[in-house]
């Protein structure tokens, strides 16, 4: 049962996750809750657990105790098979080392999450290849790169197909881990503005990892991790 408020879109409690083999958790945050809407930016070093709270809070990784619920639904609860349904509906995730299908062209790759979800096949405005041809016209993607494989396409150019494949389709929250890390400034700042944009639009939660201090001014909210993670106390 859905036991979080609707405003609240994230929520952990008591949370420990140790990685198989360790005897000291990489993660021990006892409380943290971030609201519906809500643009927060991530920071800390390397090495602190930020992807894996990423991992947490998408339900790849299970935590070892305690409570993690994304948008009412404690995860834990779930099955696998159904984690993955749930991750698909409503979580657009851009992921450090892109994720994209190799053999797949770029427009492929953009619609795909629209593919395994029909919740957000529905949500999208116009024709899925439209929504992404919008998409990654935004991005500063030539329109002669849509049909080539992705593979073909350079680094900074796969970080953008990658932005636009989670941007698709509206999912309720958007989490980007260290999403112009590959990105020169012009099309970093095109990358903001769409990221940006399209949260504002349909009223997403923005989960941020950056270590570019240069994009806290942008965001709600800041955590470090080191702050709210008591093993960083250690």
């Avoid at 834990?76 to 509906?89: E, G, P, Q």
């Avoid at 049909?147 to 636009?164: C, D, F, N, T």
């Amino acid at each position: 049962m859905n036991k979080t408020n609707d405003h609240c879109v994230v929520s952990l409690d008591n949370v420990i996750f140790t990685w198989p083999g360790n005897e000291s958790p990489t993660i021990d945050i006892p409380s943290l809750t971030i609201k519906r809407g809500e643009h927060l930016f991530i920071k800390g070093p390397s090495g602190c657990g930020k992807s894996t709270l990423l991992g947490l809070l998408t339900g790849i990784n299970s935590a070892t105790s305690g409570n993690v619920s994304i948008l009412g639904q404690e995860l834990s609860k779930l099955t696998a098979t159904r984690r993955d349904k749930f991750r698909a509906d409503n979580i657009g995730y851009i992921f450090q080392q892109f994720n994209l299908l190799p053999y797949l062209s770029v427009i492929e790759n953009v619609t795909l999450p629209c593919r395994f979800s029909s919740l957000r096949r529905q949500q999208s405005e116009n024709d899925l290849n439209q929504q992404a041809k919008e998409l990654l016209s935004r991005l500063h993607i030539s329109p002669h790169l849509l049909g080539r494989p992705v593979v073909e396409l350079s680094i900074g150019q796969q970080q953008r197909v990658a932005a636009a494949r989670a941007l698709i389709g509206r999912p309720q929250v958007i989490i980007a881990d260290e999403p112009t890390s590959s990105l020169d400034h012009d099309n970093r700042t095109a990358f903001i503005e769409v990221l940006l944009e399209q949260v504002n639009k349909v009223g997403s939660t923005l989960l941020f990892v950056s270590h570019d201090p240069t994009l806290e001014t942008l965001f709600d909210r800041t955590i470090n991790l080191t702050e709210v993670n008591k093993v960083g106390e250690m």
